[in-house]
């Protein structure tokens, strides 16, 4: 079993930046894709970002592109999200989220990951 913590969540205005970090433990996330998702009140959750195993292919949301990276330490076990430039619409609770994979696909879909965090709120005030 993996466990997944997140943390860095906010409160930020429009345009400011906030870095979210997703902990893991219980397995070495070198084996693992892991993703970002968010879910807004009375929306669906969504995908935001992945990395592949190693951290050398990332994959965003349209809607995140040019503002937001995503990245990983597997030495540190540990997951990030830079968020810059940050909107209203940005607000939602954000989730880590991961499950065993090497290969060179890119998981988009909630159902794709075995693993989430509890989440962590961002809410960006206009």
């Known amino acids: 079993q993996m466990q997944l913590v997140e943390s860095g969540g906010g409160l930020v205005q429009a345009g400011g930046s906030l870095r979210l970090s997703c902990a893991a433990s219980?397995?070495?996330?070198?084996?693992?894709?892991m993703a970002w998702f968010r879910q807004a009140p009375g929306k669906e959750r969504e995908f935001v970002a992945t990395i592949n195993w190693s951290g050398g292919s990332t994959y965003y949301a349209d809607s995140v592109k040019g503002r937001f990276t995503i990245s990983r330490d597997n030495v540190k076990n540990t997951m990030y999200l830079q968020m810059n430039s940050l909107k209203p619409e940005d607000t939602a609770v954000y989730y880590c989220?991961?499950?065993?994979?090497?290969?060179?696909?890119?998981?988009?879909?909630?159902?794709?990951?075995?693993?989430w965090g509890q989440g962590t709120q961002v809410t960006v005030s206009s």
């Open positions: 989220a991961g499950t065993y994979y090497r290969g060179t696909a890119y998981y988009r879909g909630v159902s794709e990951y075995a693993y």
């Open positions: 219980g397995r070495p996330i070198g084996n693992y894709a």
